[in-house]
Structure formats: C-alpha cells, structure tokens
C-alpha cells in the first residue's frame, strides 16, 4: 500500500500564513471583529481542527462549511488545522491568533488533552464561548484553571468497546492482540484503548502489547512490524484511528501477513471502508466526523445567543463493519 498516496486523496491544501495546514473563511467572513464587528452582525465562529493529513479532519472542516453555507445568514466560519497530530505550538499560536481577531465562538478538537487548557481560558476571559468538541479536555486541568468548557462528542471508551467486542466475536479465549494507541495525552486516545481493553479482558483475551503510534500511519506501520517480530502469534490489532490501521495493513501486507491478522480502526474514513470491502480491516467505529463540528458550532451559537451555561452533549457513535458497506 501507498500510504503517502492514500493520505494525499484526503485532500491536503498548501500551508499559508502562520504555517496552518487549513485555513477557509466562509462567505461572509471578512475578518471583522467580534462583539458587532463580523460582517452584517453575525457572529464569527471559529473552528480549530487537529491535522487535515487526517481524513477524519477533512470531513469534520467539509461538514461545518456545508452547515455554513446553509445557514449563511446566522453566522461567519473561519476553519484552521494544524501539519500533523503533535503540532501543539502550532495550535496554541492559532487559538492565540483567533484571540486577536476577537471572534465570537471558538470551536477546539485539541490536539493535547492538557496543553490547550490556558490558551483556552485565555479565550474564554476574552469574553468568546469556548466549546471543545472530538478530543475531551482533561478535567484536572480544567479544575486547576477554574475553568468550564463544554465538551460535545461522543464517549470513546463506549465507541472503542463496540470495535473490541466486534473483534472479539471472530477470536477464541487466550488469543493474542495489541492496541495502537495514539497520542499518549489526549483524552480520546485513552479512552480508546481502555474501551479496546474492556472488550479484550471481558472476552478472556490477551494483551501481548499497547505502544503509541501518535495517530501517524507511518509511525504505526513501524510499531506494528516491531509487534509481529515480538509476537508472531499475534491475533489482531485494534487501531485508535483509521489513520494507524492504515499503517497497520500496510505492515502486515510486508511481513507476508496479509488475512491472518484481524485489523479494527477508529473514524470510518474512506480509505478504511475500502479496505473492508477487500476484507483487509474487520470495523471500524463512526463517530460521524461531517456532524461533530455542526453539533459543536450549533451549541457554541446557543449559548451566545441564550447565554445557556454551559454542559456536556453526547453525540453518537456507531460500529461499521463491510456487512453494513454491502
């Protein structure tokens, strides 16, 4: 497998002004400021995105301009991402960035669960709504900045548990298997590997191995070849996105392992539902990346417009397997 091709259909865009990845206003947004200031009187909502390398990302941003542009008339959209999953500085300068540029809203898929929280409070002290959507802030950290942000997302640990169980279904008790996990400090991350470890003990089976891949399917090609070599009797991978599990196929296609290890992924991208189809990749999970930053846009103009105190929403989260692609 091309990996490097399979990224580049995710449909990446030139980097421009503070090194972003993405960067789109929607009609309307002209850059004014916020409290009045955007165009026309709307509000100027910002949405700041992890990696748009990642495909799940990509849906999200081409989900919130399809909202936009619907509903042209109640609001501005500026969309920004950073080059890759642990850009964290990156995302610190852009959140500072939509500070500056005083928007009304600012919708965050944090790329680190703790790092974000001050440059958040920062915003929210400004005066603009902060919703955190996709990767939950870490409560701690919250608390330690006296800090309340609504989180809306789906529960990982749940999603995570539908893959594992579905895995589960297709091995026998004592089988061997491994978690590529992704950033060790986003909360996402460590819910998906606790609900793959709640299907695994549950269904009496063995964890030979859990390593990081950062959500990077090169990084995860690496892990997993290392994996095969340590456990030759490896049974299955279950991957914390979609993202590794590509790296994960591509791994097992060189160790001449294609078919005889189980792969699960995390996102339903498109590249994933293809290698289903091939029966290359048992499930994944859809988190329904085209309506997260709708749910969160949606809230984030509530509660400016109502001034609703802020709470958590649940979104959905449902398993895909190739039976349901048919």
């Excluded at 294609?258 to 988190?287: F, S």
């Amino acid at each position: 497998m091309n990996l490097r091709r399979t990224l580049c259909r995710t449909g990446l865009v030139a980097m421009a002004g503070l090194g972003l990845l993405a960067s789109c206003s929607q009609p309307g947004a002209n850059g004014g400021k916020a409290g009045g200031g955007a165009s026309a009187g709307r509000p100027r909502v910002a949405l700041v995105m992890k990696s748009l390398a990642n495909e799940f990302f990509k849906t999200m941003e081409d989900g919130a301009r399809a909202h936009q542009k619907a509903n042209a008339a109640r609001y501005d959209l500026t969309c920004s991402g950073i080059k890759d999953e642990q850009d964290v500085a990156q995302q610190i300068a852009i959140v500072e960035q939509m500070i500056a540029q005083r928007v009304d809203v600012l919708v965050i898929a944090p790329a680190d669960s703790k790092a974000l929280v001050p440059v958040c409070k920062k915003a929210a002290e400004a005066g603009i709504v902060v919703v955190n959507i996709d990767n939950r802030f870490d409560a701690a950290a919250l608390k330690d900045k006296q800090l309340a942000i609504p989180f809306v997302g789906p529960d990982n640990r749940k999603g995570a548990r539908l893959g594992g169980d579905c895995l589960a279904a297709k091995l026998a008790k004592g089988d061997a298997v491994a978690i590529v996990e992704g950033v060790p400090n986003a909360f996402n991350g460590v819910q998906r590997r606790l609900g793959f470890e709640d299907a695994m003990n549950a269904a009496g089976l063995r964890i030979v191995s859990s390593q990081s891949a950062n959500w990077m399917p090169d990084q995860a090609e690496k892990v997993v070849a290392g994996m095969l070599v340590q456990h030759p009797d490896l049974k299955a991978l279950l991957c914390a996105n979609d993202n590794m599990a590509l790296g994960a196929v591509a791994a097992l296609k060189a160790a001449n392992k294609a078919g005889q290890v189980l792969v699960v992924g995390y996102d339903n991208i498109g590249a994933i539902r293809e290698l289903m189809k091939e029966g290359k990749v048992l499930c994944t999970v859809d988190q329904h990346a085209d309506r997260i930053a709708v749910f969160g846009i949606e809230y984030g103009l509530e509660i400016l417009a109502k001034k609703t105190p802020p709470a958590d929403r649940e979104t959905p989260v449902d398993l895909v397997t190739a039976e349901g692609l048919k």
